[in-house]
Structure formats: structure tokens, C-alpha cells
């Protein structure tokens, strides 16, 4: 049965336009991608042209991911109800509106709308994408396509911020979402004249509970974590502690509804694989590093520092596009060597960078925070892939779908929650700074009280490389045999 299947599908992907398919998804991918980026770049631009604080601006980019991770979930069951092509249209549909809302917007309000928007597109987007280069390539062409699609996903939050940089320079932050459209619109019209229905639908039941205890869940934490950041209160305001306890009842409420379900929405039983969960605590924690970093480095390049939009792009490019290319190199050595001897010296490359990032100022050369930042990426690119394959191949088959989810969710949920962790720790540090300034209207003072803020923030990203260097020791190979390939692993 099964070979007839393969058969059945070898013959069927010749039939789909796989050239222009390919045009449309990493043309929307790769727009999905840069404006999850670009727009930390003109943060410091939003803050003084919307007159918000840097707590708040962050929301832009918490809310962005916080939509991603409520999405995510829910992925797989809407790929099973509704067609490529209507999943395709709505998607763009999303990213189109949200962009055109982002491009006008002339308020916070108005732009965090937006940028939900944006992101439901993107959420669809990326299951989307993974699930027809499955179906329309043959096993012998998916490791290609595969890689092409992740030079897309490396390389377009790298040339976010440069890209957006240059734009700001020389026009003003709304022409990042001005200059994104007009490919939204070319991506939604390839798709409508090419895009084919690839996907079976099976219409399996779908339990509203589950999903509004993830929502709840995650939105819980995610929020609670934001909101510290804002206000006098902190981490101590009773908003704060009711949203992350909230979360976390719901998390746990969820938990025990997907094990008790004999088809779960997400199946949890993926955490009884000791590698599977090593791989997911890595991915999680370079998450929180790489978002929380992406987030201060621009922020302080130009309000610490006094550096243009643009300069600070250009610090930021060589890292994010080494790491691009250092991707598809990370797995044949991963092939070759196992996680262990990426993973560990990644990681402690990675807390010897933050270290050094804990100390820079206003004076800090150049070329140094280059090296920095580029080091970063090189120890970000030798964990995050082996410890992700590493952990998956450990699964079953027939649970790959599920460990994926679980690892795609709480990627964007860990993204949202080291942003919001780490503009907490930048803002309270400068008001720290602030409150004890002989002269705080003074213009010097504002850029000393940015650095100890800054400092503070790498000192926390800095932590986290620490706990994942402990936990790295603890990880080892997993050998796919033949067996394992075919069915459940015992």
C-alpha cells in the first residue's frame, strides 16, 4: 500500500507548476520574514515620532510574535479544512491589509493592528510552505528545496534592519511597509494563477476548548511578561502576576486535555523523548537570545551610541547573513560529527560574546561590536539546527507533525518573552540610572543611563547562553535506524 502511495505521489508531483508555486511562497516567505525585523530598526524613529516609551514599542514585536504562537497550534488542523489555494489567498489577503494599514498608520494603535495583521499572514504562511514543498517535490528534491527555503527564512531577518535602515534614511519608517506591498501583490497574483491544491482534507473534529486554552495560555504568559516592562510596578503589578498565573493554569488545563484526548490537537506525548526535550529547551533558549539581542543591539546603536538607522543596519548584516550561509555547512557537519561538538562550543561561544557585549559604551569601536555580533551568529547558527534535527529524529514517524508544532510554538513564544524580559531589564535600569543622576536633563546622562540598561539586558541574554551551555552537556545522538524510519520507535 505504501509504495503504491509513493508511487501515486511521484507521478502526481509532476503535474504541479513547481517553478512558479516556488516564486509565490518565497516571495510571501521571505516578506513574512523581513517584517518580522525590519521594524526593530526604526523603533527608535517610532519612539519619538509616536512619542511612546521603548516598553511600549516593544509591543510591536511581542504582539507580532505573540499572534504567530496563538497561530501556530491551530496550523495543522486548518491545513486539513481548508485548501492550499484558500489558505494561500487568505494568507496574503492578511499580510496585504496588514502591510497597507502598517504603510498608512499614523498612531501606535493603529500600527500594533497592523502588525497582528501582518502576522495571522505570516502564521499561515510558514506551515503553508513547509507542507506543499513536502507534497510537490520528491524525497530525492525536498533536501534542496528545504535548503532554499531556509537560506529565505535565514536571510531575510538578516537584511531587515539594513534594508529598513536605508529606507529610513532617506524617507521615513512607513516606506519599509510602502516598499514590502507591491511584492505581497505580485506574490498574491502568482499564487492565484499557479498555486494548486495540494493538501487532502480530512475535516477532523475540532475541539474549541483546546484552542482557547492555548490562546489563554500562551497569550497569559506572553502578556504578563510584556506588561512588566511597562509602568512603575514591574514584575511586582497585580495585572502582571494574575496574566503569567492565568497562563499558566490554562497551559496546564491544556496539557491535561491533549493527553486525555484520543486525537489531540497537539500530542504531548512527544516530551517522554529525553533528546527530543534537551533539543526543544536549546532552540527555545537561542530564541530568547537571538530576539532579545535583535531587539537592544539597534535600539542602543542608535540612542546610546547616536548611530543613523542605516549604520546600524550595516553592523547588523554580516552576522545575520553569515549565519544564513553557515546553515546548510552546520548540517553536513551535524551529519558528519552529531550535536555535541556544535551544540557545546556554540553555546560557549555565545556567553564569551554577551559577556563582551555586557560591557559596551557610547565609545565602543566599530569593527568591535561587528566581530561581536557576527561571533554571535556563527555560535546561534552551530546550535540552533543540530539541536532542533537532533531532537526530532528521536521521535516516532508518525509524531514528527506533533514535534514540530510544539517546536515552532514555543519558538515564537520564547522570541516574545526574552523581547519582553529583555526591554524590562533596559528600561528599568535606565530609570534606575535616572533616579539617582545629579543632572538628568543633562543629554549625557541619557546615553549613560541607555548603556547600564543595555549592559544589564546582555548580562540576562548572557545567563540564558550560561543554562543552555549546562543543559548542552547533557545532549547525545540519536541514531535513525532503519526500523525507526518505518514505524513507532520502541
Not at 208 to 229: D, E, H, N, Y
Not at 241 to 265: C, N, W, Y
Not at 314 to 343: A, E, T
Request: net charge positive; with cysteine.
Amino acid at each position: 500500500m505504501e509504495a503504491v502511495i509513493n508511487k501515486d505521489s511521484s507521478s502526481e508531483a509532476k503535474k504541479y507548476k513547481v517553478l512558479p508555486i516556488m516564486i509565490s511562497l518565497l516571495i510571501s516567505g521571505f516578506i513574512g520574514m523581513f517584517s518580522e525585523t525590519a521594524l526593530n530598526i526604526a523603533l527608535s524613529d517610532l519612539m519619538q515620532v509616536l512619542n511612546i516609551t521603548p516598553a511600549t514599542a516593544q509591543w510591536l514585536t511581542t504582539g507580532y510574535l505573540l499572534t504567530l504562537g496563538i497561530l501556530v497550534p491551530v496550523s495543522g488542523l486548518l491545513l486539513q479544512w481548508f485548501t492550499t489555494r484558500q489558505l494561500f489567498i487568505t494568507s496574503l489577503s492578511f499580510s496585504i491589509v496588514g502591510t497597507l494599514v502598517a504603510a498608512l498608520a499614523s498612531s501606535f494603535d493603529v500600527l500594533l493592528i497592523a502588525r497582528v495583521l501582518q502576522a495571522v499572514g505570516t502564521g499561515l504562511m510558514l506551515p503553508l510552505m513547509f507542507n506543499t514543498i513536502l507534497v510537490i517535490f520528491p524525497p530525492e528534491k525536498r533536501g534542496a528545496a528545504m535548503g532554499i527555503i531556509g537560506l529565505v527564512i535565514m536571510f531575510a531577518p538578516a537584511v531587515g534592519p539594513t534594508l529598513a535602515g536605508i529606507l529610513i534614511e532617506n524617507l521615513t519608517w512607513n516606506w519599509i511597509f510602502w516598499v514590502s506591498l507591491p511584492f505581497l501583490v505580485i506574490g498574491l497574483i502568482f499564487g492565484s494563477l499557479y498555486m494548486q491544491n495540494v493538501s487532502t482534507i480530512t475535516k477532523p473534529k475540532i475541539d474549541i476548548l483546546s484552542i482557547i486554552l492555548s490562546t489563554i495560555g500562551f497569550g497569559g504568559i506572553v502578556f504578563g511578561f510584556s506588561k512588566a516592562g511597562e509602568g512603575t510596578d514591574g514584575w511586582s503589578s497585580p495585572l502582571v502576576i494574575a496574566s503569567i498565573a492565568i497562563g499558566i493554569i490554562a497551559l496546564v488545563l491544556f496539557s491535561l486535555r491533549q493527553l486525555s484526548m484520543k486525537k489531540p490537537m497537539m500530542d504531548l506525548r512527544v516530551f517522554k523523548y529525553p533528546m527530543f526535550v534537551v533539543g526543544l529547551i536549546m532552540v527555545f533558549l537561542c530564541m530568547m537570545i537571538i530576539l532579545s539581542t535583535m531587539l537592544i543591539l539597534p535600539l542602543y546603536l542608535q540612542n546610546g551610541m547616536g548611530l543613523s538607522a542605516f549604520s546600524a543596519g550595516l553592523i547588523l548584516l554580516p552576522g545575520g547573513i553569515l549565519n544564513g550561509l553557515l546553515s546548510p555547512l552546520m548540517g553536513s557537519l551535524f551529519d558528519k560529527y552529531g550535536p555535541k561538538w556544535l551544540v557545546i562550543p556554540g553555546l560557549a561561544i555565545a556567553a564569551v560574546v554577551l559577556w563582551f557585549f555586557s560591557g559596551i559604551t557610547a565609545a565602543s569601536a566599530t569593527a568591535l561590536l561587528i566581530v561581536l555580533h557576527t561571533c554571535l551568529f556563527i555560535g546561534i547558527s552551530m546550535i540552533m539546527m543540530p539541536a532542533q534535527t537532533n531532537g526530532l529524529n528521536q521521535l516516532p514517524r508518525e509524531m514528527y507533525p506533533d514535534g514540530t508544532a510544539v517546536m515552532n510554538t514555543l519558538q515564537q513564544v520564547a522570541g516574545a518573552i526574552g523581547t519582553a524580559v529583555a526591554v524590562s531589564i533596559l528600561s528599568n535600569g535606565i530609570s534606575d540610572y535616572m533616579r539617582t543622576s545629579t543632572n538628568p536633563t543633562d543629554p549625557g546622562e541619557a546615553v549613560k543611563a541607555m548603556t547600564v540598561g543595555a549592559q544589564h539586558a546582555f548580562l540576562f541574554a548572557m545567563t540564558i547562553a550560561i543554562v543552555g551551555l549546562v543543559i548542552a552537556f547533557f545532549i547525545r545522538r540519536v541514531h535513525v535506524d532503519k526500523q525507526s524510519m518505518k514505524g513507532p520507535m520502541h
